[in-house]
Nanobody, 115 residues
């Protein structure tokens, strides 16, 4: 079955960087467009980054554009999110998903931006 396992979350100071990873299995990853979502307390899921299956086309939510970079390694069935210049408002649980989601998705990885 489809399995998505996010990792790489943790604590980071404002202005810092973090790299999230997502290990995918159970489906044809190289044929699938993928996304990163995030959820904060009291808010719904937000689609923040999207990448087509070939890795050549990406798009971002205005809230992260210019700071976050989505990428993938189809040979390893891996999806990544490079987070630079993080802000307090980036504190959230981050999920990877097939297509634009919101399902399927993994258990998520928590990112806390704190000074």
């Amino acid at each position: 079955q489809v399995q998505l396992v996010e990792s790489g979350g943790g604590y980071v100071q404002p202005g810092g960087s973090l790299r999230l990873s997502c290990a995918a299995s159970g489906f044809a990853f190289s044929n699938s467009h993928m996304s990163w979502l995030r959820q904060t307390p009291g808010k719904g899921l937000e689609l923040i980054a999207y990448i087509k299956n070939d890795g050549k086309t990406t798009s971002y939510a205005a809230s992260v554009k210019g700071r976050f970079t989505i990428s993938r390694d189809n040979a390893k069935n891996m999806l990544f999110l490079q987070m630079d210049g993080v802000k307090f408002e980036d504190t959230a649980v981050y999920y990877c998903t097939e297509g634009m989601g919101p399902t399927p998705r993994g258990q998520g990885t928590m990112v806390t931006v704190s000074s």
